[in-house]
């Protein structure tokens, strides 16, 4: 069965930082492309940031600079530095891995992040 659990959100102030964790079980979670997705009230949701490969890593444009998205394969863990944190940042933070060969992806229950100005 595979398992993606978040931590590490919560109530933070404007420019303040937050460090996201996602726990991967139940996948081969070395093969997998990664990311990190966000939706706020009434909003889609979006990309925040992700690695395809190590080569490959995109940022949402309004996190450039702010955020870093990382791994640990051998701990099957994936992390989001949030630095220098803004209200628009609030919304509820989703882990996401992909499998770079089948496609098959899974996703984590959701941790929110609020940020007060």
């Known amino acids: 069965q595979v398992r993606l659990v978040e931590s590490g959100g919560g109530l933070v102030q404007a420019g303040g930082s937050l460090r996201l964790s996602c726990v991967t079980s139940?996948?081969?979670?070395?093969?997998?492309?990664i990311g990190w997705y966000r939706q706020a009230p009434g909003k889609q949701r979006d990309l925040v940031a992700r690695?395809?490969?190590?080569?490959?890593?995109n940022y949402a444009d309004s996190v450039k600079g702010r955020f870093t998205i990382s791994r640990d394969n051998a701990k099957n863990t994936m992390y989001l530095q949030m630095n220098s944190l803004k209200s628009e940042d609030t919304a509820v933070y989703y882990c996401?891995?992909?499998?770079?060969?089948?496609?098959?992806?899974?996703w984590g229950q959701g941790t929110q992040v609020t940020v007060s100005s």
């Open positions: 996401n891995v992909q499998n770079r060969f089948s496609g098959a992806q899974y």
């Open positions: 139940g996948v081969t979670f070395s093969v997998y492309a």
């Open positions: 690695i395809i490969s190590a080569a490959n890593t």
